[in-house]
């Protein structure tokens, strides 16, 4: 992980707790202060209270979620009511499939605590990485990674719940 002095961290235009946040989640974590900063500029910090969503499945897919603080539920609707695809909790990633090129989300996320989220809308996002290789060619290799253990993850919930 990459450390940052101390002029840096002042020029943050995010709270310490949702800069940490970026700097820990698996998606970023690659990148530089600089890119860092980049992507910090994208960053509306968002807060939840229990039972409330953070993502309604199968609603357009317009950003992504670094949880700061508070612990949330990914679940997916199934015909026997709500199977839980696991608990996001801080420096997690949510709503990862806007980056895809997803039309929508395909499971929801609710707050099972007060959260705070970092919310970054995918198409600034997807700019960025595309502005800059240095910030698309870590964050899309991370993304893949993210994918695949919770795609593995909601395959074994799946499996159990059967």
Not at 14 to 33: H, K, M, P
Not at 69 to 79: F, H, K, S, T
Not at 135 to 158: D, K, M, S, W
Request: with cysteine.
């Amino acid at each position: 992980m990459a450390t940052y002095a101390a002029t840096t961290m002042e020029t943050w235009a995010i709270s310490n707790q949702a800069r940490e946040a970026l700097v820990r989640s698996e998606l970023f974590r690659d990148l530089g202060a600089e890119q860092l900063q980049e992507v910090a500029a994208l960053v509306e910090e968002i807060e939840l209270q229990p039972d409330e969503q953070m993502i309604a499945e199968g609603d357009a897919a317009k950003y992504l979620y670094i949880v700061i603080e508070g612990r949330g539920v990914a679940q997916l609707d199934m015909y026997r009511g709500w199977l839980s695809l696991g608990l996001i909790g801080p420096n997690d990633v949510a709503g990862w499939s806007s980056l895809m090129n997803s039309q929508v989300y395909p499971a929801a996320v609710k707050a099972l605590t007060p959260m705070r989220i970092a919310r970054i809308e995918a198409k600034g996002l997807t700019l960025l990485m595309n502005l800059d290789s240095s910030i698309g060619y870590p964050v899309t290799r991370r993304l893949a990674n993210v994918f695949c253990r919770q795609y593995h993850a909601a395959l074994e919930a799946f499996k159990t719940s059967s």
